[in-house]
């Protein structure tokens, strides 16, 4: 059996980093499924999935690495042809992706006791993200 679910969240930009892990929890509970894997993708292409430790420290390291591995100021080719100032977040939202798939039993999400799901949102504003759950099971 096939179940979708979904939900919005507002985030700041500039790679904002949130714990969406309840609402996917949710989303699983609510379902009625028991066995199975949940499949969670976010919409657009400047925003990514990735599970981790959720604490401020490794926050703020990832946001220090991303800045590294695809710095905001430099050069892109992509704002060279849309006159834009995304660049950067593309290339770090390809570099995680924006799915995940996550196996569920008895009901629960299966994670490690410090492992979360986050959304990254690298675009250079605000936004509104749009994450769908798909969960396949019985």
């Known amino acids: 059996m096939v179940k979708t679910a979904r ?12 714990d969406i892990t309840e609402e996917v929890a949710q989303a699983v509970t609510e379902s009625g499924l028991q066995a199975g894997v949940a499949t969670v993708f976010i919409l657009g ?5 990735t599970t981790v430790e959720y604490e401020p420290g490794l926050v703020a390291d990832l946001q220090r690495v991303f800045e590294q591995i695809a710095p905001e ?33 008895a009901g629960r999400l299966e994670l490690g006791t410090w ?17 769908v759950v798909q969960m396949v099971g019985e």
């Open 7 to 18: 939900f919005v969240f507002d985030t700041r930009g500039d790679t904002d980093i949130r």
């Open 115 to 131: 492992q979360q799901i986050v959304a990254l949102d690298f675009d250079t504003r605000p936004r509104q993200r749009t994450v």
């Open 45 to 49: 292409s400047t925003a990514a999935l």
């Open 73 to 105: 100021d430099a050069v892109y080719q992509h704002e060279e042809r849309w006159h834009d100032d995304n660049g950067h977040a593309h290339v770090r939202a390809t570099l995680l992706g924006p799915s995940l798939s996550v196996p569920f039993n």
